[in-house]
């Protein structure tokens, strides 16, 4: 197997957005009369941090280490299904409190998008 840049580069932009995340405890609002919205805060507590900052680095590992194919699709499935949760949760903590996107998820539906196209490619997309 060939080295997966993708994973490599995913990795990292997961792994110091949980460490991002970390750090800016206030980033995620909350309004606990709003379940969707109570709900969508939860992942920014420090666990959901923690769960972004493992899969960045298993991204990463997936990606140096020379792994199989099978560990690497699998890493993109578990990165896909992470940032798909927080696209949703900035969504809605976008239109909730500002009534209008803003630049972060913006950029996540882009990190996101990526990772459909790496994973539907024939060629790897990224090696």
Same mark, same amino acid.
């Given at each position: 197997?060939?080295? $997966? #840049?993708?994973?490599?580069?995913?990795?990292?932009? +997961?792994?110091?957005?949980?460490?991002?995340?970390?750090?800016?405890?206030?980033?995620?609002?909350?309004?606990?009369?709003?379940?969707?919205?109570?709900?969508?805060?939860?992942?920014?507590?420090?666990?959901? +941090?923690?769960?972004?900052?493992?899969?960045?680095?298993?991204?990463?590992?997936?990606?140096?280490? #020379?792994?199989?194919?099978?560990?690497? #699709?699998?890493?993109?499935?578990?990165?896909?299904?992470?940032?798909?949760?927080?696209? @949703?949760?900035?969504?809605?903590?976008? @239109?909730?409190?500002?009534?209008?996107?803003?630049?972060?998820?913006?950029?996540?539906?882009?990190?996101?998008?990526?990772? @459909?196209?790496?994973?539907?490619?024939?060629?790897?997309?990224? $090696?």
């Amino acid at each position: 197997m060939e080295h $997966r #840049r993708f994973l490599i580069i995913n990795g990292c932009e +997961t792994l110091a957005t949980g460490i991002f995340m970390s750090v800016q405890r206030h980033l995620m609002q909350d309004d606990p009369h709003t379940k969707i919205v109570h709900l969508t805060h939860q992942l920014g507590n420090v666990n959901w +941090t923690l769960i972004l900052a493992i899969v960045g680095v298993s991204a990463i590992m997936a990606g140096v280490c #020379r792994c199989g194919e099978k560990t690497q #699709r699998w890493a993109l499935i578990v990165l896909g299904s992470l940032w798909c949760a927080y696209l @949703f949760a900035f969504a809605v903590q976008d @239109f909730y409190f500002h009534g209008q996107i803003s630049i972060s998820t913006l950029l996540t539906l882009f990190v996101l998008v990526g990772i @459909f196209v790496e994973a539907v490619s024939d060629d790897g997309g990224g $090696r």
